[in-house]
């Protein structure tokens, strides 16, 4: 959700600034394994996050009408949706034992990135009438 103020540079090139709302779902999962040298065994764990993020971009671009009712486009977006965090529960494996919980790490990912579009618009075009007027 964006909203987008411009000015025209001729009267068929028109350039402008963008920026609003951004939001998405967001999803990230981890995984760590070590070798646990000289024990012959190891230690692991998974550990993932999967959330709803509101966060906001902005950017610019121009846009060139080339005929009538057609347009072509060029933009550039930044957006940032924040962080997220999650955890990862490791547990060591050593030969003939149970797993036994080793450690409990944290994580956190940065969700924020670039954009760049390119399009071609096809105006519909609107009839211009004439003012309704009542007459007594």
Do not use: C, M
């Not at 999967?50 to 080339?66: D, V």
């Not at 034992?97 to 080793?102: F, R, T």
């Amino acid at each position: 959700a964006r909203g987008r103020f411009g000015f025209t540079l001729t009267p068929s090139i028109l350039a402008y600034g963008t920026g609003g709302l951004a939001y998405g779902n967001t999803n990230t999962s981890l995984q760590t394994f070590s070798g646990l040298g000289s024990l012959d065994g190891w230690q692991g764990g998974a550990g993932s996050t999967s959330t709803f993020q509101l966060g906001w971009t902005a950017g610019g671009g121009a846009e060139w009408a080339f005929r009538d009712n057609w347009s072509v486009k060029g933009e550039y977006l930044y957006y940032d949706l924040g962080k997220a965090s999650g955890s990862v529960t490791n547990y060591a494996y050593l030969p003939g034992a149970a797993p036994q919980l080793a450690s409990q790490s944290q994580f956190t990912e940065r969700y924020a990135g670039n954009i760049l579009r390119a399009g071609v618009n096809y105006h519909i075009p609107v009839e211009k009438s004439e003012p309704v007027t009542a007459g007594y």
